[in-house]
């Protein structure tokens, strides 16, 4: 086997590429049809849309991927009863890799429509097929195979937004540096590229993007696409975290063509969590990220259409312009690229932004020296340095406790007395345990110094003494709460809160529950909702709730008794 075999198969590789037996090959025949194709032959071609599923009936085919010199470089040989396919093949997005016959070949193709259909209809197999996706893609994310190339310093802010947005949409990469990198020199001169226009973005299909924006990137990688103007949804979900997948999987499990969107990722504040250990059912705790990428794979696989990236910037009722009207939809959602979508109903589930300080230089080193959330990326980053975090909320401490693992120092700000006043007593009891972490109390930052960009110090002050430090310090974490996501509902006719928070239930006069907004069809679920509980399970708990309330909606307007379904 090569090194890149080794590296993607790892130890599951009976679990990442199982043989399906004569009889489970018949079982699924009503799903696909069968396709031969002679030696050299083309299955799969970097970039092109997605066909599926393909069982290997007769033949060999190799998965290969195109490395950046233009050999190809071997990942993995199919045999008769193996399948080829990963997570992008549920919805049809383009593949990552190339797969080519060896000699004659005849596979059976099952499209993403009935591959969805085949993981429902046969529970079993389903799910060894559906783990094996999961795991391809890991294997895919692990060795950075099928994804962009990245030319640019580590540091550099630009370059950790790129990796930042497509590590949060489980996409794999890779990061090269033009320094010392030997593959990234050749590739700046094959394209004559300057050292000034760096960073860029080296897409599979073979395209370069200088500097390119999350939409400009996800389109090249074909992450989003047009929306179709005249189809009716029955639901369009605005926020793709907790709340949001899960009202996506409930509803597109019952029935209900869901369509949902996200600014930026699937899995929202959550999913940038390094570690969530109060979730019901995970004793040993899970990382945001694959709590998330996991209902992110269950709504796909219940067929919900996702269009990540991309920014909903105003809701009106088709026949009511001006937002007057208290009557239903149908609801016209407005796009950021100035396309527009129609939905039966909506639900709210956009979330908060994170709050920032009021600095006078925060916005000049936010990106390469301040940061909002703390992944991997930003851990590797920070290695060996001191780092100062602000916050005394759960997701302030669990980054703490990621961090501490890795830095030499923690100086923890808190503005109150104490950590136990906002924050679980598990990790207030872990934190206090670590003795790399130091809690400062009654204490905020007053001032950055560094410049280009990189942040040289942080200045804090403690307010009972009004004392004065400076610490030497690269990176600054900030946790200090969110606002909600809102200013897209103005005109709309939704009642915000002086918060501005969605108002919902019997304070919105609700017809359909505690989730309907002053709005007939448009619901609220998760934290952009007032008096919600911001936690994780509660955001779940509330996208289960509204299934009920969409379905009753739903029903009254097909003039139709509502079905409540039992969950």
């Known amino acids: 086997m090569s090194d890149l075999t080794n590296a993607f198969m790892g130890a599951r590789s009976h679990q990442m590429f199982p043989i399906l037996d004569r009889l489970e090959i018949e079982r699924v025949r009503r799903f696909g049809v069968v396709r031969a194709y002679s030696a050299g032959d083309p299955l ?10 393909a069982i290997i009936l007769v033949g060999d085919v190799d998965v290969t991927r195109h490395h950046e010199s233009g050999s190809r470089e071997l990942i993995v040989t199919h045999h008769p009863g193996a399948f080829m396919g990963e997570l992008a093949q549920l919805v049809g997005r383009p593949a990552l890799v190339d797969a080519h016959a060896r000699g004659t070949v005849e596979a059976l193709l099952i499209p993403p429509d009935l591959l969805r259909a085949l993981l429902i209809a046969e529970a079993d197999l389903g799910e060894r097929i559906m783990r094996a996706l999961i795991l391809r893609r890991v294997g895919l994310l692990e060795t950075g195979v099928g994804g962009p190339v990245i030319i640019g310093r580590a540091d550099n802010g630009d370059v950790l937004r790129l990796e930042g947005f497509l590590a949060r949409n489980g996409h794999p990469h890779i990061r090269l540096d033009a320094e010392t990198d030997p593959e990234a020199k050749a590739l700046i ?3 004559n590229i300057d050292p000034g226009q760096l960073p860029i973005v080296l897409c599979p299909t073979g395209q370069l993007l200088h500097n390119p924006g999350e939409a400009e990137l996800a389109r090249c990688l074909g992450l989003v696409g047009p929306m179709d103007p005249n189809r009716l949804y029955d639901v369009a979900i605005v926020g793709a975290g907790p709340a949001g997948l899960a009202a996506a999987v409930y509803a597109a499990s019952e029935g209900l063509s869901v369509l949902a969107f996200d600014c930026r990722a699937f899995g929202g504040q959550a999913g940038a969590s390094s570690r969530i250990e109060n979730y019901l059912g995970f004793p040993t705790g899970i990382t945001g990220m694959s709590l998330m990428a996991r209902a992110y794979s269950q709504a796909q696989k219940f067929g919900v259409e996702m269009a990540i990236p991309d920014e909903v910037t105003s809701l009106r009722v088709q ?5 007057e009207g208290s009557d239903g939809g149908p609801f016209v959602l407005t796009l950021s690229s100035d396309e527009q979508i129609t939905a039966r109903s909506v639900v709210i589930a956009c979330g908060a932004r ?16 301040v940061h909002y ?3 991997p990326l930003e851990r590797k980053l920070c290695e060996g340095q001191e780092v100062v ?8 401490g669990q980054a703490v406790v990621y961090l501490a693992g890795q830095v030499s120092k923690v100086w923890v700000l808190v503005r109150g007395s104490s950590l136990a006043a906002s924050m679980s007593r598990y990790l207030v009891d872990r934190i206090m345990g670590l003795a790399n972490v130091e809690v400062v109390t009654d204490a905020q930052v007053s001032r950055l110094e560094g410049e280009a960009g990189v942040l040289q110090a942080v200045h804090w002050r403690r307010g009972t003494s ?4 400076r610490r030497p310090v690269r990176h600054l974490f900030l946790f200090i709460g969110a606002e909600p996501n809102t200013g897209w509902l103005s005109g709309s006719g939704v009642t915000l809160d002086a918060k501005g928070f969605v108002v919902s239930g019997g304070d919105a006069s609700s017809v359909h529950g505690s989730l309907e907004t002053s709005r007939r069809g448009v619901f609220a679920i998760g934290d952009v909702r007032s008096g919600s509980v911001k936690r994780v399970a509660a955001s779940v708990g509330e996208g289960a709730q509204v299934v009920a309330a969409l379905h009753a909606f739903l029903g009254m307007a097909d003039g139709a008794p509502a079905v409540i379904k039992a969950h």
């Open 354 to 369: 994170y709050r920032r300080p009021q600095l006078e230089n925060l916005e000049a080193f936010e990106g390469s020296s």
């Open 373 to 375: 959330w703390a992944s």
């Open 466 to 469: 009004g004392e004065e430090v």
């Open 319 to 323: 026949n009511d312009p001006n937002g």
């Open 44 to 53: 799969v071609k970097v970039g092109d849309a997605g066909h599926g599923l």
């Open 389 to 396: 975090l602000v916050g005394a909320g759960n997701s302030a």
């Open 189 to 191: 001169g094959r394209f």
